[in-house]
C-alpha cells in the first residue's frame, strides 16, 4: 500500500504539528489542542459551540483535569516524536510541570481513517493530592453530526444556545418547549445520554455523512466494576472520554505519591454514519488488543487468564466475579482510579473466565445477581503470573435465613417499576409519595423514593416464622442522592418499627438520582437490628428520607444458628 504518511512540525516553540495519512489531516496547536480536522475533504471542526462560561467552547480533543472543582489544562512543555515511519506516526504531548504529570498520546496509521490515543499520567510532586476528573474532549461541528449514539439509546441533541432558551432546572437540566425532540420527556439533561461503560464498546455523533465514533476496546484502567457509568455524549456535539471522575458515586480521587499509570488507548474511528460499520471495527479493535505498537514498559503486552467456578448456598442466577489491584473497599465503585480492575458474570454452571489481565497481585471479589445473599463476598487473593490459572471451586456459605425479601439483589434497581425507563430527570416526581407495600400481598415496589412522604412495609407476626430471636433488616440502596446541588449533607434516612424509630444513618450524595440515572448511583448496605421483642402481631416499617432513595432489595434475615 502506498505510504501517505506526512508529519510536519511547527510553531514558535515547535509544539504545533500537522498529521496527513491520506484519508485523514490533523492539525494540533501548541497546546494539543485540535484546531483542524479534515476527513476525506470535509472539515469537522467549524462552527464549535459552548456554554457562554466554557472557556473550551471553541476547542477540540483537549485533554484536561480538574482540582478542587477548577480546570487544569494541559500545558505542554515538550512535543515528543516517539515514531515516524511509513506505517505509522506517533507524538506525544507531555506536561511535567502541573501537579499531575500527563502525556497525551496521538498515534496515526497510514490509510487510515482512525486516530489512537492514550494518557499516560504520573503524581509529579511526589505526594498526596485529590482530582476531580481527568478526560479528554472532542466538540465537533453539529452541524455534521447532530444525532448521539451511547450504546443503549440514540438521539438528536440539541446546541447549548436553544438548550439554554428553556428553563433551568439545575445543572445542565432544562426544560424546553420541544423537549421531546431530544430527551423522552419535555425535560432534556446532558446526563440523559450517560452510560455504563460495561455495556457499551462505542459512542459517538453521527449524521447523514459522517459518523465519529470513540471506541474503548479495553476499560481495565477506568476501574470501578460493572456498574461504572459516566458522560459519553450530549449537546453541542461532543463526545467525552472520562478516564477518571466522581460522577454517579465515584467519589474524588486522591492521587498517591508513586502514582503511574496508562490510560487506553482507546480509538477515534471516522466512517460515513454507519453504526453497523462502527460496531464491526469496535470488534475489530478488541481482537487486536493488546496494541503491539504500544511500546511504553508501563503498558503490558504480555496478557493472561483466571477461571474458575463459583458454588453458593443461596438462591442466585448468577454471580458478578470481580478481579482488583486495591484492597480498600468491599464496594467495587470506590476500588477505582489508582489500579487495574477486572470483572464478568458467570454463566448458569457458576462458571467464568476473565481474559486480558496484566500480571500481578489480585483480590476476587464476588456479589451474586438476583439473590437473597447482599454481601460483596472477598473469596481469594490471586497472583496472576500464568496464561491460564484456573482457581478452581470456590464456595459461598449461607450465613442467613431469609424471611422476606422486597425485590432480588443485584447491586442496581433491575426488577423496580420504572428502572426499565430511559434515563429522565422527570422520573423523580413520577413516583409515589407515600407507599404501603403489604409483604403477602404485595409484589411492585418503585426504583426510587423521594422526600415527599413515607414508604411503609406492612408484615405480620405469623408471616416470620417467630421463635423470640432477634432478625436484621437488610436495606440494599442501589443510590443515595441528596435533594439538591447547593450543599454537601448528604442524604439521611430514617427507619421506624411500629412508629419507634430505630435507625437513623447519613449516606454520602452520589448526584445519580438527580442527574436521571435509573440503575445505580453509589452502593450501600446498611444492616440494622430489629428486635424479636418490638415484633406485634401486625407490624409496620417506616422509611423516610430528605433526598433519594434508589432501591436494589430489602430484606428480613435471621443468622443460622449452627
Known amino acids: 500500500m502506498k505510504a501517505n504518511l506526512r508529519l510536519k512540525i511547527s510553531g514558535k516553540n515547535s509544539r504545533a504539528a500537522l498529521i496527513d495519512n491520506g484519508q485523514l489531516q490533523v492539525s494540533f496547536d501548541e497546546q494539543g489542542k485540535v484546531k483542524h480536522l479534515r476527513y476525506q475533504g470535509l472539515e469537522l471542526l467549524t462552527n464549535l459551540a459552548g456554554e457562554p462560561g466554557d472557556p473550551d467552547k471553541r476547542h477540540s480533543f483537549y485533554c484536561d483535569y480538574h482540582q478542587a472543582g477548577k480546570t487544569v489544562n494541559l500545558q505542554p512543555s515538550a512535543l515528543k516524536i516517539i515514531e515516524k515511519s511509513a506505517a505509522r506516526i506517533h507524538i506525544a504531548y507531555i506536561d511535567d510541570t502541573n501537579e499531575l504529570g500527563i502525556e497525551y498520546h496521538i498515534i496515526i496509521n497510514n490509510n487510515d481513517s482512525a486516530i489512537y490515543s492514550y494518557v499516560k499520567a504520573w503524581n509529579n510532586v511526589h505526594r498526596k493530592f485529590k482530582i476531580n476528573e481527568l478526560r479528554t474532549v472532542y466538540r465537533l461541528n453539529r452541524s455534521l453530526v447532530p444525532i448521539s449514539y451511547n450504546g443503549e439509546r440514540t438521539g438528536l441533541q440539541p446546541t447549548s444556545a436553544h438548550m439554554m432558551q428553556g428553563q433551568k432546572l439545575q445543572d445542565e ?6 423537549g421531546s425532540l431530544y430527551d423522552s420527556s419535555m425535560i432534556y439533561s446532558k446526563y440523559d445520554y ?8 462505542l459512542w459517538g455523533q453521527f449524521g447523514q455523512k459522517l459518523g465519529f465514533w470513540l471506541i474503548l476496546p479495553d476499560k481495565s484502567a477506568y476501574g470501578c466494576g460493572p456498574l461504572n457509568q459516566d458522560l459519553l455524549v450530549h449537546y453541542d456535539a461532543i463526545v467525552l472520554n472520562y478516564m477518571v471522575s466522581e460522577h454517579f458515586g465515584k467519589g474524588v480521587f486522591e492521587v498517591q505519591p508513586d502514582f503511574n499509570k496508562i490510560f487506553g488507548p482507546w480509538c477515534i474511528y471516522l466512517n460515513n454514519g454507519d453504526l453497523a460499520d462502527a460496531k464491526k471495527r469496535a470488534d475489530h479493535e478488541k481482537t487486536a488488543w493488546p496494541y503491539e505498537w504500544v511500546k511504553d514498559p508501563d503498558y503490558a503486552q504480555t496478557l493472561y487468564q483466571v477461571q474458575g467456578k463459583i458454588y453458593s448456598e443461596y438462591r442466585h442466577k448468577n454471580c458478578t466475579v470481580i478481579l482488583t489491584d486495591t484492597k480498600a473497599d468491599q464496594v467495587p ?16 454452571a457458576g462458571e467464568f473466565n476473565i481474559a486480558h489481565i496484566r500480571p500481578g497481585k489480585y483480590f476476587l471479589y464476588v456479589y451474586e445477581n438476583y439473590a437473597d445473599d447482599l454481601a460483596t463476598h472477598l473469596l481469594k487473593e490471586v497472583i496472576v503470573t500464568d496464561h491460564n490459572l484456573d482457581l478452581g471451586l470456590l464456595k459461598i456459605k449461607r450465613t442467613t435465613t431469609t424471611i422476606w425479601q422486597i425485590g432480588l439483589c443485584t447491586h442496581t434497581t433491575a426488577g423496580m417499576k420504572f428502572s426499565e425507563q430511559l434515563r429522565n430527570y422527570s422520573w423523580l416526581d413520577l413516583v409515589p409519595a407515600n407507599w404501603d407495600y403489604d409483604i403477602e400481598k404485595d409484589a411492585e415496589w ?5 422526600d415527599r412522604g413515607r414508604w411503609q412495609i406492612h ?7 417467630f421463635d423470640g430471636r432477634d432478625y436484621e433488616l437488610q436495606l440494599s440502596f442501589a443510590g443515595t442522592s441528596q435533594k439538591d446541588m447547593t450543599n454537601d449533607n448528604g442524604c439521611t434516612v430514617k427507619i421506624a418499627l411500629n412508629g419507634t424509630t430505630i435507625a437513623t444513618k447519613i449516606f454520602p450524595n452520589d448526584r445519580a438520582a438527580y442527574r436521571s440515572a435509573m440503575k445505580s448511583g453509589g452502593y450501600h448496605l446498611w444492616q440494622i437490628k430489629l428486635p424479636a421483642a418490638a415484633v406485634l402481631n401486625n407490624n409496620v416499617i417506616s422509611i423516610t428520607t430528605d433526598g433519594y432513595l434508589m432501591y436494589d432489595t430489602i430484606s428480613l434475615v435471621k443468622s443460622i444458628i449452627d
Open 173 to 178: 437540566t432544562y426544560l424546553m418547549p420541544d
Open 194 to 201: 450517560a452510560g455504563y461503560l460495561s455495556k457499551t464498546d
Open 333 to 348: 465503585l470506590n476500588q477505582q482510579k489508582a489500579g487495574f480492575m477486572y470483572y464478568t458474570d458467570t454463566n448458569a
Open 446 to 450: 418503585y426504583y426510587l423514593q423521594n
Open 459 to 465: 408484615f405480620s407476626k405469623k408471616s416470620l416464622q
